[in-house]
């Protein structure tokens, strides 16, 4: 296969520090950059705030438009 017994030595290494952390509980950081994709529960909380950014915006419109005598 073109590997040395180094390589080979150092990937069941690598893997059993792995393993062995996973069993005690310490599970490895995701490294890189976060996905974009949001979780579902995220999105509706997105949405959530969204709506409620928008009911405020337009009540302060309401609430100018009123003072300013156009509506």
């Known amino acids: 296969m073109g590997l040395s017994k180094v390589q080979i030595k150092n990937w069941i290494?690598?893997?059993?520090?792995k393993q062995a952390?996973?069993?005690?509980?310490?599970?490895?950081?995701?490294?890189?950059?976060?996905?974009?994709?949001?979780?579902?529960?995220?999105i509706?909380?997105?949405q959530a705030y969204e709506i409620q950014r928008l009911?405020?915006?337009?009540e302060l419109l309401r609430d100018f438009l009123r003072s300013t005598g156009r509506k």
């Open 21 to 42: 952390k996973q069993e005690a509980g310490i599970f490895p950081k995701p490294k890189g950059r976060p996905r974009k994709v949001a979780e579902p529960g995220d």
């Open 55 to 58: 009911k405020m915006e337009n």
């Open 13 to 17: 290494n690598r893997y059993n520090r």
């Open 44 to 46: 509706i909380a997105e």
